[in-house]
């Protein structure tokens, strides 16, 4: 994975993606906002969208991982695109390095939008319903550790359902997911 530098573009590492290519090395070179084939997008420009950028291309290429280059400013991106991608793997780590399952998501995860995250969200009145609730719990989860699994299930007023796996259960174990939800 290539990081261009100031005032550069994703064309400046054509020549040494040629040579990795040709070697049988998966390469991938991105414009940063504001530069390149993106210079449209100047109100984009900052270290942090420029991590983004890069890690949303590695998601998309299906990179879940890669030797993350960068040239002179891009030297300042890539411990943020080091922050950013791990967050993204992490939630596969019960599935091998490379299995398709993983590269195939990593493949087609989308930047997150903000404002889900911060928005305030009433629950009084689902919390007040006599629906049926149940809480599947991902023992291996890193994204929502057990303890706070927990901690939901019981906000819920249920036991979880435990499953030994990752973050992805409808990746990773699909079966036991359709299992689970087959007795509800």
């Known amino acids: 994975m290539f990081v ?31 530069h390149g084939r993106r210079a449209h997008e100047r109100r984009r420009a900052s270290v942090g969208g420029y991590a983004r950028a890069v890690a949303d291309a590695m998601s998309l290429a299906g990179f879940s991982r890669a030797i993350v280059v960068g040239h002179s400013m891009g030297g ?20 091998p390095v490379g299995d398709l399952r993983v590269t195939g998501a990593l493949a087609r995860l989308t930047p997150q939008p903000l404002r889900p995250w911060v928005e305030r969200v009433d629950m009084q009145r689902f919390y007040a319903m006599s629906v049926p609730r149940t ?9 929502i550790i057990p303890a706070k699994a927990a901690e939901y299930a019981a906000r819920l007023g249920v036991t979880p359902i435990d499953l ?14 359709v299992r689970i939800l087959e007795t509800l």
Not at 85 to 94: H, S
Not at 135 to 142: K, M, N, Q, S
């Open 135 to 143: 809480y599947v719990r991902c023992l291996g989860d890193a994204a």
């Open 4 to 34: 261009h530098g100031m005032s550069h573009g994703a064309w400046c590492w054509e020549l040494v993606q040629a040579r990795l290519d040709r070697a049988g090395h998966a390469t991938l070179a991105v414009d940063l906002p504001g």
């Open 164 to 177: 030994d796996c990752a973050h992805g259960p409808m990746l990773s174990e699909p079966d036991a997911l």
């Open 76 to 95: 300042i991106v890539i411990p943020k695109v080091a922050e950013l991608v791990p967050a993204r793997a992490r939630w596969m780590t019960d599935l």
